[in-house]
Every structure is written in structure tokens, then in C-alpha cells.
T-cell receptor
Framework: QKEVEQDPGPLSVPEGAIVSLNCTYS??????FMWYRQYSRKGPELLMY????GNKEDGRFTAQVDKSSKYISLFIRDSQPSDSATYLC??????????FGGGTRLMVKP | EAGVAQSPRYKIIEKRQSVAFWCNPI?????LYWYQQILGQGPKLLIQ????????DSQLPKDRFSAERLKGVDSTLKIQPAKLEDSAVYLC????????????FGPGTRLTVL
């Protein structure tokens, strides 16, 4: 069993839709939770960073962490074609070692 | 602020050949990482340096992969000999020691082994 599980998609939605992306994890040692966005042929870039259970909002993006269920989510409101990318959840345990999920490919159609 | 630089961007080699990748991190970043990203998967950490010392190389296939970070700045990752399953994007990232240690990624080197 992988430490971090993520549905690979692809997820196709119309422009303006609310998108929900999710990850589950098995290791209770993970302390910090992140979402990265990766455009085709580019490196990942950090979108959201959280360290506690609850919600964190940044513009159209909301990250949600439920440590008791070992479940994290990223919501994108009013999705745009420019949001089309692969979204990677990632988690950090001691030593700043990042463990990534497999990524979900999102396509937002105009 | 300049980002993480990597070269080459693309490389095609035959199996059993050797190849090297180069990374220049963001100026002042003490920690440098090499990741392997196979198509359709998330990045997997190969090795982490802090300054010029190795912090973690537990997932580096040491029989064929090697990495060094001389003088605590640039780094090279080498594969010798390459296998078909090494076809992947090799990503370099760097971070500071302070704050939340956000990792900044370079564009990657896409390796194809034929």
C-alpha cells in the first residue's frame, strides 16, 4: 500500500465548476500538507501549505485537512481553463522529506 | 529571483550508456533535492543534500546512480549504466533552512532510454 493515495483522473469539468481533489494517507507521522500544481513539461509549483486540521483559503483555492481520517482535499471555485494541470498532494514528515501522491490530471473545458 | 536551473532539458540515450544531469539551485538555498518522476506518477525523492552533505539517499539505486554537490551549490546526478526503466523526468528542487522550507522545483530533465 502506498503511503499517499490519489485518484489519477483525468477529471474533466466545464469552466466555472467547483472542483474537488482528494488524497488519503496512511502515515500518522506526516505533519505538513501541501498541494502542488504541475503544468505539462514544467516542475511542480506550490499552491497551498497547511499544518493543522481544518480549512485554509487562498483566493479560489481552499485546502482542507482531516487528520483523524487521514484525508486532505483541495477545492477550486470558479474553475478556469488555465487551471488545467496535474495536481499533486504532498506531505512532509520529520527531516523535510516530501512524499507525493500520484497526481490528478484536471481538464477545465471552456 | 532566478529559479532552479537544470540542464539538459531533454536527453535520449541507449540502454547501458551513461548520462549526467546538472542542477543550479536558487542562490542561498542550503538544501537541494533530486526527484525522479515516472510518467503518470508523482515525484519520488532520490537524494537530499544539506550544503554539501547527504541527508537522505535511501531511495537512490546506488549500484547505478550517483550524485554530488561540490562546494554546497551546484549538483550533478549521474546514471551509469542506464536501464529502460530509468526513463523519467529528473527534477531538482531547493529550499532554505528557515521557515516552512518550501521546495522550489526546476523544469526537469526528460530522459528517454532506448
Amino acid at each position: 500500500q502506498k503511503e499517499v493515495e490519489q485518484d489519477p483522473g483525468p477529471l474533466s469539468v466545464p469552466e466555472g465548476a467547483i472542483v474537488s481533489l482528494n488524497c488519503t494517507y496512511s502515515n500518522s507521522a506526516f505533519q505538513y500538507f501541501m498541494w502542488y500544481r504541475q503544468y505539462s513539461r514544467k516542475g511542480p509549483e506550490l499552491l497551498m501549505y497547511t499544518y493543522s486540521s481544518g480549512n485554509k483559503e487562498d483566493g479560489r483555492f481552499t485546502a482542507q485537512v482531516d487528520k483523524s481520517s487521514k484525508y486532505i482535499s483541495l477545492f477550486i471555485r470558479d474553475s478556469q481553463p488555465s487551471d488545467s494541470a496535474t495536481y499533486l498532494c504532498a506531505m512532509i514528515r520529520a527531516g523535510n522529506m516530501l512524499t507525493f501522491g500520484g497526481g490528478t490530471r484536471l481538464m477545465v473545458k471552456p | 529571483e532566478a529559479g532552479v536551473a537544470q540542464s539538459p532539458r531533454y536527453k535520449i540515450i541507449e540502454k547501458r550508456q551513461s548520462v549526467a544531469f546538472w542542477c543550479n539551485p536558487i542562490s542561498g538555498h542550503a538544501t537541494l533535492y533530486w526527484y525522479q518522476q515516472i510518467l503518470g506518477q508523482g515525484p519520488k525523492l532520490l537524494i537530499q543534500f544539506q550544503n554539501n552533505g547527504v541527508v537522505d539517499d535511501s531511495q537512490l539505486p546506488k549500484d547505478r546512480f550517483s550524485a554530488e554537490r561540490l562546494k554546497g551549490v551546484d549538483s550533478t546526478l549521474k546514471i551509469q549504466p542506464a536501464k529502460l526503466e530509468d526513463s523519467a523526468v529528473y527534477l531538482c528542487a531547493s529550499s532554505t533552512l528557515a521557515g516552512r522550507n518550501e521546495q522550489f522545483f526546476g523544469p526537469g530533465t526528460r530522459l528517454t532510454v532506448l
